[in-house]
Every structure is written in C-alpha cells, then in structure tokens.
C-alpha cells in the first residue's frame, strides 16, 4: 500500500457536458491533477524527473465508474502509487463524494521514458521509494480487446490548444475524439461504467487523425460496448473499449 | 460600483497550452465561474433567473491583457456587476496575481432574454438589486471592427462535448475556433493583448461552422492585429478582433 493523497475538488460548469455530469475526459484531467499534486509534495514533480533524463508515461487507464459527480458538486479526489515492478507502476485514482462513497476508481499503468533514446527503463528506487508503493513481480495482464468487424469513422486535426503545459496533446483529448463520434442520442442515453483506454504512440499537433467506433461489440447480451481506434496513416495510437449501461 | 466577489483559483495543467500560460478560452470560462458563484451567493443563481422565464446571454467580451498566469499559478478571481441600463447589464471581471498585479481585465456585456420568444427584455429590479450594480443611462458603444480582404478559413464540426452543462455551447468555444486558425508558429510568438470577441447567434451540435480569419489587419503600423469570424450557412454566429504582441 502507497502514501495516498487527497485534494477537494468542486466541479465547475465548464467541466460538464450537458447531462450536468462530469465528462470522462475531464475525470482523467483532474486525476492526473492529484497526481501531480503527490508528486510535487513528495519532492518528485516532474522536473525532478527531467533532471535524471526521464519522464512519465501514462500507457493504460482502466476506470470503473459508479455514478458521475455532477456540476457544482464538491469531490474529493485520491491516488496511491500501489504496486510497481521493474518497469511498470500502477497507479490508483478515486473520486468520491463528500460522504465517502465511490464514485469512481481508476487504475493506470505508468511507464518511465529515457527522453533522448525514447525508451523505457527500468524505475530508479530514488523515483518511487517516496510513494511507499509496494514492489511486486506480476505484471497486469491487459484486457484482450475485440476486434472490429465494421467500424464507422470520423477524422479529426490535432488542434493548437490540444496540447497543454506538458507539451504533448492531453491525454484526455484520445477520449474526447473517441467519444463524439458515437453521437448525441448514444452519449445521452447510456452512461460509461467501464472505460479502457490504451496509449500506444502521441499524435501530434496539425496531424489529421482518424476515431473509429463499432457501437454493441459486446460477447454477452448483458453488456452494451463499444470499441475504439484512434489511428494515424495506418497506425495505431490509442486503443478503447467502453461499456455503457442505459441512464 | 457593486458588490466585488472575489475567490482564489490555482492554474491546472489542462488549463494551460504548450507556452505554459492559461489559455484564452478558458480564462473565459474562470471568470464565468466566477459570475455564477457570486450570483449563488447573492440569491440568484440560474434557476431563479429561469423561473422568471429568463435567461441571461453573453454579447460581447473585452479583454485587456497584460501577462498571463503560469501552469501552477494562484490567482484570484473578482467580478463586480459595475453598471447597467434598460437592456444592457456590463460586468466587468479581473484576474490578479497574489501581490496583487492586475494580470486580465475584461468589461462583458449581458443582456437578458425570454426563453420562450427568445427576445431580449428589460431588467427587472429584482434580478438586479442584489448586485448593487448602478443604474446608467448610457449603452456602451462597441468598437467598429475592420473587414476582411482575403481571409483564410477553416471548417470545424460541433462536437458533443462543446456543449457544457447550461446546455448551450460553450462561450470559450467559439475563440477556440477563431485561435486555432492562427497556427502554432504565431499562437507560440505572440501573445494577445487585447481581445473582443462579440457573439450574434448560437450554433448548434453538429454543425459544420467556418472559422474565417485574417492576420495583420491593423490599421497602424504599431498595432499587430488579426480578424476572426465563425459562420454557418454564410450568417455571422461570431466576431473576433485580437491584437497581439511579440513574446
């Protein structure tokens, strides 16, 4: 078990959708938040990180999602650096409300990144001791995604203000163009319950991207799902699977 | 004078573009935010306005910029309903540093509107009172915006979570729009210092708007100006001018 951090958070209008719930990909904006927030408390924000020639990156999220925190609601959020191996650091995140209940609870898996050769190394104890995180050998086996029989597909240009003070594009943003184009009646009707995002390359500013979707993939009569693709001339940059259960 | 609210705000990570400083859209969405605590706070809050039948739009904002807080930053956020007249409500808004520098200053127009004939009606009393807000019998002339000669454009479909939880699309969209045609070597060159955007009407989800632009149409040598239109269908949905100065 890792030191866990908490912060309030009250959620503004601008944060919302029209539904009057948080949108998803701002649940992983103020997530990553408190992480950055753990980070700089435990003196190993990022530009203690830079300094040894590394940097976080975030490959998978896996969240669970009771009920959405609705605008002008006050949240608290938590994260807990829990488990890592030798190069893999799963990371859990909570919203709950303000009488403790579970709103919703993410894992994700970081990996740190040497920044001239662009690829992973092994975590140095001097970056993850301060977290308390407990040290394992497993490795988390990732959901096996289904595969696409007819997916429907919109493009969209990587815009300026895609891209935030990290200088790569927000992770939120995969979501975001994952998302719209399932559509208005989906997006009012059914509500996220469980969401996979994978992150395999950066897109990056002016790149004309493609968002597939394949709405009902589920095996089960029980589970609606969608399955998603965010792709580059061919290539695969993100990764999504999404449950939805019927508002 | 009115009554000044005032709360602190710390720059997030996602609020921020690539340079590091809080981006324009949402220094909209901040002060908005603002506006609506303080009408919380003061008894009328949106759905007292809506059960009058009423609601309150947007037509105009002018922003004055002098620096722009950081990724990381704490600044406090004030708003005073200064001055109003029959139709015309002027609220004015200030982003400040923790010494107390002023870093943005913006004078907002709102006007108030039937939600069933969608026409703009006087402000009754009651709505304004509270606000200590004087009465002038002014209107408050806006700037004559320069015409385009050979804009450049670009199309922008209205995506589902444009809209935000008024259910409306977001103010701060519509300068999305209007800054992302400037591309990254100007957006990361200079910094806007004056900002007016003026909005006519609402777009919709789904929409295919325009983003018309136009760099350097200042009429002096000494300004750096662009010019900014969204249409829809050849009608004007919004009006930009941004002057701008070197980083």
């Known amino acids: 078990m890792g030191k866990r951090y908490t912060h309030a958070h009250t959620i503004k209008f601008y944060e919302c959708d029209t539904t009057g719930e948080l949108t ?20 190993r924000a990022e530009d203690y990180v830079h300094r040894l020639g590394y940097g976080w990156v975030i490959t998978e999220h896996e969240l669970t999602v009771t009920e959405l925190p609705r605008v002008n609601q006050t949240i608290n959020v938590s994260t807990e650096a829990r488990y ?23 894992i994700s898996t970081f990996v740190l990144m040497d920044m001239i050769s662009r690829k992973m190394v092994s975590v140095p104890s001097e970056l993850i001791e301060p977290f308390a995180s407990e040290k394992i050998s497993k490795i988390r086996r990732g959901m096996r995604f289904p595969t696409f029989s007819q997916p429907d597909e919109q493009a969209y240009k990587v815009r300026y203000l ?51 979707w394949e709405k009902d ?20 940059f993100a990764d999504g699977y999404i449950e939805w259960s019927k508002r």
Chains 1, 2 share one sequence.
């Open 84 to 106: 890592h191996n030798k190069y893999f650091c799963y990371r859990h995140f909570w919203l709950h409300d303000e009488s403790g209940n579970e709103l919703v609870h993410i």
């Open 217 to 236: 993939v589920a095996d089960s009569e029980h589970v609606t799902a969608s399955l998603h693709q965010i792709t580059y001339e061919n290539d695969t």
């Open 24 to 43: 998803l990909p701002m649940v992983l904006n103020i997530v990553i938040q408190a992480s950055e927030a753990q980070s700089e408390q435990l003196g």
């Open 162 to 212: 895609d891209i935030d003070s990290n200088q790569h594009v927000n992770n939120s943003k995969y979501l975001d163009w994952m998302l719209d184009g399932l559509g208005w009646d989906w997006l009012t009707q059914y509500r996220a319950s469980k969401i996979i995002i994978r992150f395999v390359k950066e897109v990056g500013y002016g790149q004309m991207i493609t968002s597939r």
